[in-house]
């Protein structure tokens, strides 16, 4: 039985006073609303397999909500329940207060459960209703805390049956699906299987994951990027300006984001450091780890000649699946592992496994393999995740590059083109950002996103993602409807398999965030062009409260 909070800190008290403010097309519900579809869709890439996959639910048109009047509306109490799943993202306790709101704003009979513990929840049947009794002490706070998260992928037909069963048994009309492109692949999948059994139960995704890569026309961020890049450009304006107070150490800051750089990018943008790895324009340049290393080499050499034997790099999360070599070697590991989970996990020792991996892969990938240190080799062969991927947050990249880096400058070193000191500090800032009390704008978002859900879901549809747009402009402006989740997908090899996923949006190398750092990126090189953004303000101008992320105002930006 879930229990409402007991301690509440000074700030979460003030912010349990914050009223998210709703976009203009959903204040006044479905009945002051009318609802404009597009075109029939296609999947971003691999139509004719995608189609072939989601027979059902593929080609939906897009759906925009409009000021007006809603003839075809009828209001019947209906049940929902909400799974929490994968990785936890500021705000995600406001999708569940904006979906109850709307749920109840239409008809305070209708009835929110929320699934515990992620997807795992569905499956075990275990549920909880919200209430507002318990509701109001989470509004506006971080974390997923009140119903849990988790990372069960439902991809069994049992598991589907069981999906299928257990909203029956609960009487539950639909279900709204928290989570990022996998977990949102997941919902399409659940939808598909649904509409398949000619079953009338309705399938809602929500776009969530600080990692900033699943956004595209319609979605144009995913909620909590902007709390925890917030978050981390406080730590590291922190540590620029003690570096700059010190300036003896080089500090290495590794930032989460599994498959895309969106976070070191933002957050370089709002403290300017003195290098900033980008795993997107590493592998468009086809460099090696050697080649990446050099690029840092010679900016502590030309740091250290003007008498600066100190700065700081920020490296992504997944740099290391950006380098090409490491890439291919990385997705051999996935074949091997995948198939051969049994005997690999019966050795006991880790020379033992890398002399098993290294006997399976190429003469050129074994090479490679034998290169790296022990914990480094240990990491890469790591358990992997439900979802096939290697857990690249265990792989101390900043560590490796450290290593490597103090090689090279010994050898510099020794043949008299370096006579400075080097001396490091590793910081990896991941979890941290996770949880934290959603900005005023993640704040508004989620609750908006969650808000729109519950129209969607009212409005009889299923497959489709909940989307809101426009959001460098006032939030009475922003624009909302609903986008097929099928429009996203292409296929991709995972486990040594063929699957559809919601296709990862990485940093466009051409687009205007990328072209601003590159412009900017050799002044911070050299000089102390270093910012201190401070904490996240929930009061005060509404030029600092109301902030949306670099990333989102140069996308934005009219031509």
Known sequence: MLKKQCNASELQIERAKFKPVLPEVLKNGLNGMTIVKGKSTKSIADQEKVKELFKNTYGLPTVTFKKGKNKTFKNKAIK???????????????????????????????????????????????????????????????????????????ETSEQFCSTKDNLAICNVDAL?????????????????????????????GIPKTIDGDLKNKYIETSFGFDTATKIYSELVGNICRDANSARKYWHFVRLMGRSASHITLEVGFKTQPNIVLIGEEILAKNMTLSKVVDGIVDVIVKRSKAGKDFGITLVPEGVIEFIPEIKELISALNDILSDNKDEFSNLDSMEDKKEFVCKKLSEKLSALMLELPVGIASQVMSERDPHGNVAVSLIETEKLLIEMVRKKLSELKRDGQYTGKFS????????????????????NYTYALGYN??????????????????????????????????????????????????????VDLKGRPFKEFTKNRDKWTIGENYLFPGPIQYFGPKDITEMTTKTLQYEQIKK
């Open 424 to 443: 490091s500090i590793t910081h990896f800032f991941g979890y941290e950002g996770r949880c934290g009390m959603p900005s005023n704008f993640d704040a």
């Open 176 to 204: 709204v699906v928290v989570g990022g492109d996998d977990s949102n692949t997941n919902a399409a999948m659940i939808a598909e299987y649904i509409k398949e059994q000619g079953i009338d139960k309705y399938v809602i």
């Open 453 to 506: 859900a519950a129209m969607l879901v009212l409005s009889g549809f299923t497959g489709y993602m909940s989307y809101i747009k426009h959001l460098t402009k006032p939030t009475k402006n922003w624009e909302c409807g609903g986008l097929p989740l099928t429009m996203m997908m292409n296929i991709e090899k995972r486990s040594g398999k063929e699957k559809p996923v919601i296709q990862k949006a990485l």
């Open 80 to 154: 929902v329940a909400v799974v929490l799943s994968g990785g936890q993202a500021p705000g995600g306790h406001n999708v569940i207060a904006g979906l109850f709101d709307g749920l109840k704003k239409i008809n305070k009979k209708n009835t929110l459960i929320g699934y515990l513990g992620g997807p795992s929840g569905i499956l075990n049947n275990k549920y909880q209703e919200i209430t507002e009794d318990v509701l109001r002490d989470y509004r506006n706070t971080g974390g997923f805390d009140y119903i849990q998260s988790g990372r069960t992928k439902i």
